[in-house]
């Protein structure tokens, strides 16, 4: 079974920048993708950023040129990088998992990130 703990959310002003990260168990981080989803009140989850097991990486619209998505295979860690941060940006964010190998999905519990303008 693999779990995902989300850290590194909070309050930030406009401009302001966070860095989330995502830390998996098991041993397939490495052979899966990982990606940052994030849901706002009212409205469905969105895919944020998503990164391969080869390392491509993929962005929504609205946040591309501010927000990167890296990973640490020896770590078993996903990170979000995201500057420049907007109100519209404020949601709980996700981190999910998805081996290679299957159509499974794993999900974290959420991290609330809260931008003020």
């Known amino acids: 079974q693999v779990q995902l703990v989300e850290s590194g959310g909070g309050l930030v002003q406009a401009g302001g920048s966070l860095r989330l990260s995502c830390a998996a168990s098991?041993?397939?981080?490495?052979?899966?993708?990982m990606g940052w989803y994030r849901q706002a009140p009212g409205k469905q989850r969105e895919l944020v950023a998503r990164?391969?097991?080869?390392?491509?990486?993929n962005y929504a619209d609205s946040v591309k040129g501010r927000f990167t998505i890296s990973r640490d295979n020896a770590k078993n860690t996903v990170y979000l990088q995201m500057n420049s941060l907007k109100s519209e940006d404020t949601a709980v964010y996700y981190c999910?998992?998805?081996?290679?190998?299957?159509?499974?999905?794993?999900w974290g519990q959420g991290t609330q990130v809260t931008v003020s303008s």
């Open positions: 990164i391969t097991s080869g390392g491509s990486t």
């Open positions: 999910n998992l998805n081996p290679d190998i299957t159509t499974l999905v794993y």
């Open positions: 098991g041993n397939i981080f490495k052979s899966s993708a």
